[in-house]
């Protein structure tokens, strides 16, 4: 099921004067040009990570490599993917969208790993196994940051997590480290170990938007912002009940996507809805762009992680990039989702 639902009109049918306009998603990609720091990973990217959690899945070969091929043509120069993403078959859509592109060079590559069932869990053996399948897959020679996913191992002694990856780091088959899963007081753990030479986490995903805050909000953001950790948020659109394509229970089905957009369906989110539906209104933009929006505006987030099911899907996705939400905006944002 396609959870975020029909595209909105094109960028260029809305209003051309107004100050909060979106980036053009067509002619020139000026997006190329805007780029950000992705923490002390040392990679500048755009502030939208393209996510590839339905390729091989949901999504085909050639729809898929369509929607790279959009996303890259709008400035967009990072993907998310993990080997657990349809029993790897993520990595092997975008391994061959690198080999017949040629882009690999010109992408940042981020991989979560700890969830394949053939190499599951943060172990050392796994973790190197899996990172060497996650290679193959690809057909690559290095990740450029690699996300441990640590909600996938609470057994594995971080300390011999980190020295596997050390080693990873000094072969050159991972640039950067990053976390997934893991509780404050882990990345104040990884950071006192970083001091006896262990490489240090430098990217964080949470699961957050505007409707789910709870998980981030408090101790992991405080010591995130303390660390100067690049906060890169999955659950951007909320399994897609952001993008406002789905507002009926009844039509949402019962599968587990179902499920989860149901979960939203209540008084709470329909406010948040009507108050994105608004400033998208005004703004002449779709209410997944004031979504990814309200994200960018948050201090420590630099770029959020957004699956896209179509081309149209990344048009409405990276206008959220050229969207500022003035503070009247937030204001009205954060009441609704109270």
């Known amino acids: 099921m396609n959870v975020f639902g029909s595209a909105h009109p094109p960028a260029a049918?809305?209003?051309?004067?107004?100050?909060?306009?979106?980036?053009?998603?067509?002619?020139?990609?000026?997006?190329?040009?805007?780029?950000?720091?992705?923490?002390?990973?040392?990679?500048?990217?755009f502030p939208l990570v393209l996510g590839a959690a339905e390729f091989g899945w949901h999504v085909d070969l050639r729809a898929a490599h369509a929607i790279l091929d959009a996303y890259r043509l709008r400035g967009g120069n990072i993907l998310h993917t993990s080997d657990s993403y349809a029993a790897g078959r993520s990595e092997h859509v975008i391994g061959q969208w690198f080999r017949s592109r040629g882009s690999r060079d010109e992408t940042v590559l981020t991989v979560r790993v700890g969830r394949?069932?053939?190499?599951?869990?943060?172990?050392?053996?796994?973790?190197?196994?899996?990172?060497?399948?996650?290679?193959?897959?690809?057909?690559?020679?290095?990740i450029d940051v690699l996300y441990l996913d640590g909600s996938a191992d609470r057994a594995t002694v971080l300390e011999d997590t980190l020295a596997t990856a050390e080693w990873l780091v000094e072969t050159g088959k991972i640039r950067a480290l990053a976390?997934?899963?893991?509780?404050?007081?882990?990345?104040?753990e990884a950071r006192i170990?970083?001091?006896?030479g262990y490489p240090r986490f430098t990217v964080l995903d949470v699961a957050y938007n505007v409707l789910r805050r709870d998980e981030f909000d408090g101790d992991l953001r405080l010591v995130a912002g303390a660390q100067g950790i690049a906060v890169t948020p999955s659950q951007a659109l909320e399994h897609g009940y952001l993008?406002?394509?789905?507002?009926?229970?009844?039509?949402?089905?019962?599968?587990?996507?179902?499920?989860?957009?149901?979960?939203?369906?209540?008084?709470r989110g329909a406010r948040t809805l009507r108050a994105l539906d608004r400033i998208a209104g005004e703004l002449a933009v779709p209410p997944a762009a004031i979504?990814?929006?309200?994200?960018?505006?948050?201090?420590?987030v630099v770029a959020p992680i957004a699956n896209a099911y179509a081309?149209?899907?990344v048009e409405e996705l990276v206008q959220g990039v050229g969207v500022q939400l003035s503070r009247a905006h937030l204001a009205e944002i954060a009441r609704a989702a109270e």
């Open 291 to 300: 979504a990814i929006a309200w994200l960018l505006a948050q201090r420590v």
């Open 243 to 267: 993008s406002g394509a789905h507002r009926d229970r009844d039509r949402v089905g019962g599968s587990v996507r179902g499920r989860q957009l149901a979960a939203s369906m209540n008084r």
């Open 311 to 313: 081309v149209s899907h």
């Open 13 to 45: 049918t809305a209003p051309e004067q107004h100050p909060s306009g979106p980036l053009p998603v067509q002619g020139v990609p000026v997006g190329e040009a805007l780029r950000v720091s992705l923490g002390e990973t040392g990679f500048d990217v």
């Open 193 to 196: 170990l970083s001091s006896a």
């Open 116 to 142: 394949n069932p053939d190499n599951p869990g943060l172990g050392s053996v796994n973790l190197v196994r899996a990172v060497e399948a996650s290679l193959t897959r690809l057909g690559t020679d290095r």
């Open 179 to 188: 976390a997934s899963g893991y509780t404050a007081a882990q990345l104040v």
